[in-house]
């Protein structure tokens, strides 16, 4: 899961997909540019095989408030609302990690992103700070004891946590 794949890590561990190709996405707006992102994993409650440092990626650019993220994957962006030099992009996802044959299951996996960052100064700016952080856990009415580390999963416990700090450079 190293590399330079943006997202690989969150659906790596949270759907078993094993990296993705790189694709330029057209985002809406002024291109901010593509920054090359180095982050150093602070938690680990899933138990996960996270890369450490985990080099990728990303892609953004600015439509009016509203700033848009591209993990350069083919996943649709992410944006929120920029709050002067801050913003908050937030996405969320769920599967059925067990498949047809599940043990247990079904086991419908729920996964929230939150990406935290603070744009560095410059027009684009330069760089920018921030924090990943991937909270997984088992969807309302899914038995997902099946995807522990006791039974044969990936995971050492559910809900769970993989936080990140992150810093970039505009390339």
Request: hydrophobic share 35%.
């Amino acid at each position: 899961m190293a590399g330079r794949s943006g997202h690989a890590l969150a659906a790596a561990a949270a759907f078993g997909v094993l990296g993705a190709a790189c694709k330029e996405t057209a985002l809406p707006g002024t291109m901010l540019g593509t920054y090359a992102v180095s982050a150093q994993s602070q938690t680990n409650s899933c138990g996960l095989g996270a890369p450490d440092p985990w080099q990728f990626d990303v892609q953004m650019s600015e439509d009016g408030v509203l700033l848009y993220w591209s993990w350069l994957d083919g996943t649709p962006p992410l944006s929120a609302p920029l709050s002067g030099t801050m913003v908050t992009l937030l996405a969320s996802q769920q599967a059925n990690v067990d498949g047809v044959d599940g043990g247990l299951g079904p086991c419908n996996l729920e996964r929230d992103d939150d990406v935290q960052i603070t744009l560095g100064s410059g027009s684009p700016p330069t760089t920018f700070t921030g924090t990943i952080r991937y909270s997984f856990s088992a969807a309302s009415g899914s038995d997902c004891a099946d995807q522990l580390l006791s039974a044969g999963g990936q995971y050492a416990s559910l809900p769970c946590t993989v936080t990140y700090t992150a810093s970039a450079n505009r390339q």
